[in-house]
């Protein structure tokens, strides 16, 4: 392992994010349960949900790099003042205090959570990441435990200093990707000319990330009382100490990542089916504890799914850490709504609450089992191929012409459309997807499609594949001549 400063900012910046769980769980959301649950829902899903969709848009309009310098003072001042916020409720019993400290917080550590997974994809290998990963979620988690022996103005003091210490520690190797958005004509552009760089939203791993985290909030809710979670870190630590034995033990760097989550998925299984039993049997929060390490299992996949994407393409990096938090987030929500109404039911209707366990089981073994066995989280994170810059060859008029010569024969013998040819031989020219959308008179998504077809058909998969493959021809051409 090494133990660079990059290792140990990243290292000490995730404790820092694992460990403000526990005060925010507290001290903000546990009172905000008991005096307006629906309220809670609402700002979860204001603060927490949908700034993950503005940053998306923003990154998409090219905002979000002109505001990099902004955010993190703004995160600090909203972390800070939200702070203050619900320490005002604490002295006043003011619900909106309350209400408005825990929106305010929440979109202030937004940022610092970006910023802490770009900081992530930074790392040299998958394996330092690994182990950096394990190492966070072991230090934050007792650091949640040691949280319990202070006073509230302490746990104030942290609610402050955590996130901020956390895009303190990140934000300066953060910087070199917001940097390389800075360059970049733009996240559509890149991607139209290296699609293999690139994973789709609709991606099963981003799937998968919403599912685990919907047990996790399930997880969170279920037994809770007075809005406050079941104490679970014992089973956070000893997961985190196990995988990272076994990362150090093992002598392949990635051969972990599926059987580890289907590791995670048989634990979930356990903990819902003792759930299930525990209507009818006394065993306290055992299922909390189980469902707890299968969600601390995957919650090591979630990370390794963004340093590994990000780590191979750096510029869309950030759009992967917001669509995994955006996913997260919606997952959590979803999750604790039913932890929550089988809570109510329990007690009361016994009978609903095993059928709404059995539901959420059955749903869950299905995605197990008939889907999660098909589909490789190393495929994904490896399938990811490197940014390549886009050289255009040097236009003559001579070549101008010879260019739409090669690529009408290219679209004769792989049965390309006339359209698809008149694309073709724009982007063997270098023209970027905008430029092609603006010159044809064409919707962006539509050149999107048309220039999916035609690297298909072609059997290229970047841009500068296409160029080559065409720039060979025009060779071959003149040594005929």
Request: charged share 15%; net charge positive; hydrophobic share 50%.
């Amino acid at each position: 392992m090494s133990t660079t400063k990059p290792w140990l900012a990243v290292f000490a910046a995730g404790a820092c994010e694992i460990a403000c769980n526990r005060l925010l769980n507290a001290d903000i959301i546990a009172p905000l349960s008991v005096a307006a649950p629906v309220a809670r829902d609402t700002l979860f899903i204001v603060a927490n949900i949908c700034p993950f969709l503005l940053v998306l848009f923003a990154l998409k309009r090219g905002y979000l790099t002109r505001m990099g310098p902004w955010a993190a003072t703004a995160s600090c001042v909203l972390v800070i003042a939200g702070t203050l916020l619900v320490g005002l409720h604490a002295k006043t019993g003011s619900t909106a205090a309350l209400c408005g400290g825990y929106a305010l917080w929440q979109l202030g550590s937004l940022w610092a959570t970006l910023m802490y997974l770009i900081a992530l994809c930074q790392l040299d290998n998958i394996r330092s990441a690994m182990l950096c990963i394990c190492a966070s979620a072991l230090i934050g988690t007792l650091g949640q435990r040691a949280v319990d022996l202070f006073s509230l103005p302490m746990h104030l003091i942290l609610c402050a200093v955590l996130p901020c210490a956390t895009l303190a520690l990140s934000s300066h190797l953060a910087r070199e990707n917001l940097a390389l958005l800075n360059k970049t004509d733009g996240l559509e552009s890149v991607e139209l000319s290296n699609p293999a760089a690139f994973v789709s939203p609709l991606n099963p791993a981003f799937l998968c990330l919403f599912v685990f985290n919907l047990v996790f909030g399930f997880s969170l809710a279920l037994n809770c009382i007075s809005g406050i979670p079941v104490d679970t870190s014992p089973s956070g630590i000893v997961t985190a100490l196990l995988v990272g034995g076994v990362v150090v033990a093992s002598r392949r760097r990635s051969g972990f990542i599926d059987p580890l989550a289907a590791l995670a998925a048989l634990v979930v299984i356990a903990g819902l089916l003792c759930a299930i039993v525990s209507l009818f049997l006394p065993l306290g929060s055992a299922s909390n504890y189980i469902l707890r390490s299968g969600s601390a299992c995957f919650s090591i996949i979630h990370y390794l799914v963004i340093f590994g994407i990000g780590s191979r393409n750096r510029i869309g990096a950030l759009r992967v850490a917001a669509w995994a938090c955006f996913l997260t987030g919606l997952g959590m929500l979803m999750g604790t709504l039913s932890g929550h109404g089988v809570n109510r039911l329990v007690g009361t209707n016994d009978a609903l609450a095993a059928g709404l366990l059995c539901a959420i089981l059955v749903s869950f073994v299905a995605l197990a089992f008939l889907w999660l066995a098909k589909f490789s989280f190393r495929a994904v994170i490896f399938g990811v191929e490197p940014i390549t810059p886009v050289v255009a060859p040097i236009e003559s008029g001579k070549e101008r012409e010879s260019i739409e010569d090669r690529c009408a024969r290219l679209g004769t013998q792989h049965g390309l459309t006339k359209r698809e040819v008149e694309l073709c031989a724009l982007l063997a020219r270098g023209r970027n997807g905008r430029a092609i959308s603006d010159q044809l008179t064409l919707s962006y998504n539509t050149v999107k499609t048309h220039v999916k077809h035609i690297y298909m058909k072609l059997d290229v998969h970047t841009q500068q594949e296409l160029i080559d493959l065409v720039e060979d021809g025009l060779g071959r051409q003149e040594e005929g001549a």
